[in-house]
């Protein structure tokens, strides 16, 4: 059977490690919005999970949120499509980087929304990754400073030097589709992309370019 997993972003988590389960209570979405999520992944019969991790904004949080994750994506069978916000792309990067094979990656579907992507040494994500999975997407606002400039500012306040990446909203190979949905600048816009709204334009775009 095939299945959706959302990995959500930064703050959002609980510092008790909530892990896989099918209660999309703890996801922090609202009903709409998940009903637009599985519209979005295209598979009305897939089981449907929300992956829980701490949140915290440092890259020892986000490695050690993507512990579990890989463990799970190695045993779910079918293809899996899983939807990020934030820095949950990142977790899932350090997922796919750390203990799947290049098969188990084939059966992953990737769209990322509003992810600040990392490059260099610390790195999450790398285009020969990338062309492992099954597919992937990102998704960008045009008006999302937390993404890119947010990221950048915030690299040495983590630990006190710099961590010897830069963030950009796209990684080489891979189709970045720019969507507007409610949300202006700064926290409103970034937060706009895990709406309904953000979904469903999402959906638009990929159906326009297939």
Known sequence: MDNIVY???TYAGNKKFAGLTENMKGSGLS??????????????????????????????????????????????????????????????GYALLQGLTPGQRSNIRAYLFACPIMTGAD?????????????????SHPHDYIQVQGAKARNAVNTGTELGYSVGHTIPGVINHSINPGGFMQKSAHSAMHTAQAYNLAMEEVRKQP
Do not use: C, P
């Open 123 to 139: 790195s999450a994500w790398t285009e020969s990754i990338a062309r492992n999975l099954h597919s992937i997407r990102t998704f």
């Open 7 to 9: 990995v959500h972003g």
């Open 31 to 92: 009903n709409d919005d998940i009903a637009a999520l599985r519209a979005f992944a295209g598979n009305a019969g897939a089981r449907m999970f929300s992956y829980g991790w701490s949140g915290d904004d440092t890259r020892a949080g986000r490695v050690d949120g993507s512990l579990a994750l890989g463990d799970y994506l190695a045993i779910l069978e079918g293809v899996t499509t899983v939807v990020t916000h934030s820095h949950g792309g990142n977790v899932l």
